[in-house]
């Protein structure tokens, strides 16, 4: 609670027993008057007896109160004086009653001594006087008491008045404070609910995941498991939850993850410490990357769950790109350095014949120097179709073909048709394609190209066959080559042929340009199909390996995406 | 001085042959000079043949069978381990002529660019031997 409330109400607290105290204090003080006021009404009556018996004693001939004078004789007045005095003299609250009652005693016994002793009769005007002496004195007594009684009155008032005063004030002081801390309250509670709608829209507005749990125990005490005991709608959205009531984290999560969250879980909530988990959920086709980070809250946990998808799907991309890219760059190298040294080749042919054509005139061997020129002439010639070749080889995957849903069987049929069998018997037999994203020249190119190779190293002495199979890229196929984008599925086709094959060892070779794995002269072509295949895979961010053995045919092996990736190109 | 008779190249080139040839005419015409177009039909004829060769020329860069394998398949066989093998080619690194050296081959030798260059070569080669 608020210091100020709780200051507040302890203020009034005081003040309301304040309040009793005093009360209780005029209480007491209007009891002691009442007690005084009892007291002095039973002197005053009394004082009036003995001023009427006073009366009748002195004057015992004449009737001062009827009621006294009916039972007594003159006599018993006398002592009934005496006994009234003394009753009032106990009954008197003060001294100075006290003495009166003494004086008029002695006065009376004086005065009854002097009538008893003489016979001589006291003249009027002595028992005038007397008579006026002792009720001058019972008067005395009858004002004095009064006096006091009005003394004590007027105190009581007093105090009375003040008491009223500071209760009005200490009730007015009691009802503003309530009203402060009313409003205080108010307040309070109101910036609360503020603070809890800000929260509550932060928890619906948010992207990530809120969730909080609560731990379960058995009867004897051991942590069976976790329920929700919230959960927000990106939480429901992350997890495809429809809604989380009565769900336990078993509900939510697939079996073979519990366990391991679980682990964390009880961690977090025996060590009071934060910790961070990650992981993905597979939904179909669908896989779901979460980062979530687990705290303690209270008694039980709260969970943030952070999509990661996007991220890592980027991770992934760029992972594969740099893969794609080495693997490119290695290529590349390759690429310079054969270039390279097969167009030195021809140039220093040409050198050589040059110089036999011009420092030997005439040669042993008969050859005239025409013979030479001719002969630089088809080396320049030759040099001039390799650097064509290269020249085409660059730009056969420029032309960035637009790409579109293809039909693989449709390609393979029209590639089928248009192939140059030459004088090769041949069967071509296929498996069926599935539609892949590409450019369809350029798959048409890859194709075209796989079967003119495998044509022209057809065996001269058996007929040509050629078989071409399917299959979709599993698990294993993403470990073994981790060129492939863990995002994308793949087909994997393969063209296997019975031609001439190759040794193992040249399986990454067969992709180079212009090596050609047979002499120079007697294969035709400029060496670069095989070449522009695996640069027309690469380009559709798939991946092409070769298998081979000599004498034993061919095998081509393409992993082609069967969507392209988005934007990230 | 003695000079080579028979002269061994082995090169899938047929120009390389030519230029050879003509190259080991100018340093004596006497000389007999054996072509093989492929290291396998090297390792036959240099079986067949009756009589060992001066020396040998090899190419590296040839299909199926490479310079190398040849160089390794000729040290192996008995008979020719006392020719002479000169490695004769165009892809020339230092990491090569050790490998060369290290099986067997006796010089490392780049196919130069000048008619002139290759006579000398060849005259130094052929004219030093045995």
Redesign the interface.
Known sequence: MNKRLFFIYTTVFVLTGLMLYLYRASYRDMKVFIQEVNRMSGVVVKLERLDALLHFWLNNDRVADKSVALYLAPDDAYDSILVATDYIKQIALYQEDRLRMDTIRLAVRNFQRLHERSDTMLTQMEREEFRRSLNGMVRAAFESTNRRLNHSRVRLEESTALLDQWLVWMLVLAGSLITIATFYSFNFLRQRQKAEGFSRALLEITNNGMISFQPMFSGDGILKSYRITYCNDAGLKLLNLKDWRSLTIENILPPKVIADVRKVFDSVLSQKQSQILEGYLQHGKERKWLQAMITPLHEGLFVSIYNLTPEKSYQQRLTNKINQLKVLNEELQQYAYVTSHDLQEPLRKIQMFSDIALNSPTHDDGKSKDDYFRRIQGIAAHMRELIQTLLSFTRSTDQSGKMERVDLNAILKEVVEEVDLGETRATIDSAELPEVEGSRLHLKLLFGNLLTNSIKYAKPDAPLRISISERRAHHQDYIDFPVLDQFLTYTRITVKDNGVGFQPHLSEKVFTIFQRLYNKENAQGTGIGLAICKKIVHQHNGYMYAEGAENEGASFHIYLPLQQPTGTD | MQIARTVVLVD?????HE?FK?AC??VD?AIEVTGF??GEQALRGLAKSRSLPDMIFLDLNM??LNGIEVLEAVKAIESLKTVPIVVYT??FDSRVRERCEQIGAMDVME?P????A?CEKLEALLKVSI
């Open positions: 899938d080139d047929l120009d390389d230029v003509s005419s100018v015409p177009e492929s299909p199926r165009t892809s196919k660019n000048s008619f002139d290759l």
